[in-house]
């Protein structure tokens, strides 16, 4: 990989946007102002941060210090660091998987209940309903039904996973062609299959009827049909949320 040529930008690092910091909580507050560099848009995808020795002289600061915020940087998702001649820590490109992988972390480490999973999906997914049916073209409506044939293929030979579902789901916001719902959507994956596994427990046809509820789904957004698209959407997602509202209600005398 070729050299990257210094940049006004770099320049504009080296003048004084990184600041000495002297709180305890070093390399976090390193994180912090890079992090805040990155929102306001003076660093962007691409651009190289400065070599470990400037930013330890910047933030007056060792290199161990350095290396554990580039570490949290690269662990969040916005650098990569690359070795080499022409390595170093690069603000990367955010994407749907790492936003939400980060976003799952989030959910799946608190106290958020299955439950409240369905409810958020309840406000998202019915609302997606009209654009995906101006938006949805014959190849998202290919691999949507080509979802459902493996989903059915996996019930009637019994290996069915709630997996299948929870890539319908995905699947089906990508279909709206809006990178903002897909990113939503996907970072709720792991959630999903969470609040699925748990309402499948509790009643296992709910996989058949999910079925025939997806197919029916994907021809309603196809003719362009928004209010049966909605209706079939949130008694879909209504299901779900009912069976883990019995999951989830403590016992009595608990």
Same mark, same amino acid.
């Given at each position: 990989m070729p050299a990257r040529r210094t940049s006004a930008k770099d320049d504009g690092l080296q003048a004084g946007l990184l600041t000495p910091v002297n709180d305890r909580r070093i390399s %976090? !507050?390193? $994180?912090?102002?890079?992090?805040? @560099?990155?929102h306001e848009g003076k660093l962007t995808p691409g651009d190289r941060l400065p070599p470990e020795r400037e930013m330890c002289e910047r933030f007056g600061v060792s290199r161990v210090t350095?290396?554990? %915020? !580039?570490? $949290?940087?690269?662990?969040?998702? @916005?650098?990569?660091?690359?070795?080499?001649?022409h390595g170093g820590a690069f603000v990367t490109q955010p994407t749907s998987d790492r936003v939400g992988a980060s976003i799952?972390?989030?959910?799946?480490?608190?106290?958020?209940?299955?439950?409240?999973?369905?409810?958020v999906r309840m406000v998202l997914e019915v609302g997606i309903i009209p654009l995906l049916c101006e938006s949805v073209d014959e190849e998202d409506i290919a691999?949507?039904?080509?979802?459902?044939?493996?989903q059915e293929a996996a019930l009637d030979s019994g290996d069915?996973?709630?997996?299948?579902?929870?890539?319908?789901?995905?699947?089906?916001a990508a279909a709206t062609h809006n990178t903002a719902f897909e990113m939503l959507v996907q970072s709720f994956h792991g959630p999903l299959l969470m609040s699925l596994a748990k309402a499948k427990s509790t009643a296992p046809e709910m996989g058949r009827r999910g079925l025939d509820e997806h197919r029916?789904?994907?021809?309603?957004v196809r003719s362009g049909d928004v209010a049966t698209g909605e209706r079939i959407m949130r008694e879909h997602l209504t299901r779900t949320a009912d069976r883990l509202c019995l999951d989830e209600m403590p016992a009595k005398g608990a």
């Open positions: %976090a !507050l390193i $994180v912090d102002q890079v992090r805040t @560099l990155i350095v290396r554990e %915020a !580039l570490r $949290v940087l690269e662990a969040g998702g @916005l650098v990569e660091i690359r070795v080499g001649a799952v972390d989030l959910l799946t480490l608190s106290s958020v209940t299955a439950t409240e999973v369905t409810e691999e949507l039904n080509a979802i459902c044939d493996r069915y996973h709630v997996s299948l579902s929870a890539e319908f789901h995905t699947r089906l029916a789904i994907v021809a309603a």
